[in-house]
């Protein structure tokens, strides 16, 4: 089997979900609190015993039918000259606090190697460390990203930033344009849709990302920073205080 790690950063939940992941799947590493979620995924890679291996987030609550049993074959291209192994693969996640289902949130898999060698990413990590994507067709999880408000904020944040600044991948290829009718789409479900606990700080989130990426095109220093979760929290703390100040 391939390894699997789950990826945390001081989640409040991280504990209890790494539990769940370890009863189905007694081989699953932890790896934690580690700034920055390049630096993150470069130890999973660093721990990785095997040449690809699988990264669930603290976030993220498995689906009974999935049971991390994919395994690419060497031997095998999905594309002309594209090895299924030099790919790394996302499968389709359930956000329940908007009702959305593709790629965010998912499971992912990585070739080890690349990631070991990288010195660089782009703003959206997955779809850009190897320069090679496959987006799977199976849904592997729902994602609890409404546990607390903090975390409901930054996914709002971190997903809607990378939207708007035209630097994500959608699962089926590249959006084209801000004006790409499912970029469109999956930022306005994530701008006016917050159901469940904390789901209204999931859409201040989206909203204030969806600013902050427009404003940030082609800034890739300030994009940057969606990726470090303590200026995520400085942020967060600023509209938490704004808020407390008018109740």
């Not at 993220?60 to 192994?85: C, H, M, N």
């Not at 999956?186 to 600013?211: F, Q, S, Y």
């Not at 994009?223 to 470090?228: F, G």
Request: hydrophobic share 35%; with cysteine; net charge neutral.
């Amino acid at each position: 089997m391939l390894d699997i790690f789950h990826l945390s950063y001081y989640e409040p939940f991280a504990d209890e979900t790494f539990k769940k992941l370890q009863d189905r799947f007694p081989w699953a590493k932890r790896v934690q609190n580690i700034k920055g979620i390049f630096n993150g995924h470069k130890e999973c890679a660093r721990q990785a015993l095997t040449t690809m291996f699988y990264v669930i987030d603290a976030d993220a609550i498995l689906k009974e039918t999935f049971d991390f049993s994919y395994r690419p074959s060497p031997k095998l291209e999905y594309w002309d000259g594209v090895k299924q192994t030099e790919c790394v693969h996302v499968w389709r996640c359930e956000n329940p606090v908007n009702g959305l289902v593709y790629g965010y949130g998912g499971v992912k898999l990585f070739p080890r190697e690349p990631l070991r060698t990288a010195t660089d990413w782009h703003i959206d990590f997955t779809t850009s460390v190897s320069g090679k994507f496959k987006a799977m067709p199976k849904t592997s999880n729902s994602t609890y990203i409404n546990g607390d408000a903090f975390t409901a904020y930054k996914s709002g944040f971190r997903e809607c930033a990378k939207l708007a600044s035209k630097t994500i991948k959608d699962p089926e290829g590249y959006y084209d344009s801000a004006n790409d009718p499912k970029v469109l789409e999956h930022l306005e479900i994530w701008c006016t849709k917050g159901n469940g606990p904390w789901g209204a700080w999931a859409v201040i989130g989206a909203k204030d990302g969806r600013k902050y990426g427009e404003e940030s095109q082609g800034d890739t220093e300030a994009l940057d920073k969606i990726n470090d979760f303590k200026w995520l929290k400085e942020k967060f703390n600023m509209r938490n205080d704004e808020a407390n100040a008018y109740t």
